[in-house]
């Protein structure tokens, strides 16, 4: 059982219940009941004094927050037989009184529904109004308003969206550059320092490579959408920042083998990024050099300090990053 692509941020809550028993059949979407990033969330779920979870949460900026394992069950819907089934998602509120979503995150929402649907074999989301569908709501097994009044009213325009991208993929499958082949060439030495992927347009996640070779496809005149790096040495942390088209720079922080650096679904061009990385001996660094479009190779950067460029609206294409 797999978690979704989709996520920016991890950060796994104790309250759960490992394994589900169920199958996953069902999504329940609930709302922050305020303004909360995906790592403010996480923080809230953090305590097993708190005894609550979700699998997912979406802030107003539409990134992704995981702090519950599909694998596993969440602590969300006041119902064990429903959070057995279902995967559970929290989405910030832009505005109060009455509760709002924005736009990114309703987007996003929609996007992630359809990547849940895709991964488990969920070949509709059914909202009927009442517990019989799959697409249910926390105020079914709770004396609550959750989801709010904004979102329970968007419930069947979030199916009517997420089934017609369902049913898109499966008509329209040929249009995937599948036939696209990333050439990753040599590795810089034989030891395994550093492994990194890229989502690349119309492609999807490419295989990792490592250690100076070439993650992306260059000539092909498609775009890096997202980027994950997993450092293979010991002791060492890296921090990073993302410049993502129309959104601007966005910050992960400490960032894990799991944390998704950019976007996908939305057709947004990753543009820059900014690595701090902390805990290599004194004699290493990390060099990273990058293709862009119309400027073609970089030369190694030393310290990867920016990777891209920013506010030009040129887009990635390629990367490699070594460290020696």
Known sequence: MSNSSLVN?????PNKTSPRNHVIDKITIHHMAGNLTVEQCGDIFAPSSRQASSNYGIGSDGRVGMYVEEKDRSWCSSSRSNDHRAITIEVADDESNPWHCSDAAMNTLINLCVDICQRNGIEKLNYTGDTSGNLTMHKWFAVTDCPGDYLEKQFPYIAEQVNAKLEEAK??????????VQVPGDRAYSENR???????QSVGWLPHVEDGQVAGVVGASKRIEALKIDCKMKRVKIKAKAHIQSTGW???????????????????????????VEGLPE?????????????????WI???????????????EAIQMKIQ
Do not use: C, F
Request: hydrophobic residues 30%; proline residues 1%; charged residues 25%.
């Open 9 to 13: 941020y991890t950060k796994i809550s």
């Open 171 to 180: 008509k329209e499958p040929e249009k995937s550059d599948t036939a696209l």
């Open 194 to 200: 550093i492994n990194y992927r890229v989502h690349q």
């Open 250 to 276: 966005v910050d992960y922080g400490e960032i894990t083998s799991d944390t998704v650096i950019g976007s996908t679904g939305n057709g947004k061009r990753l543009e820059a990024v900014s690595l701090e």
């Open 283 to 299: 004699s290493m660094n990390i060099y990273v050099r990058y293709h862009v479009e119309t400027e073609g190779w970089s030369d």
């Open 302 to 316: 030393k310290g990867a300090t920016i990777i891209g460029t920013a506010g030009l609206s040129k887009r990635l």
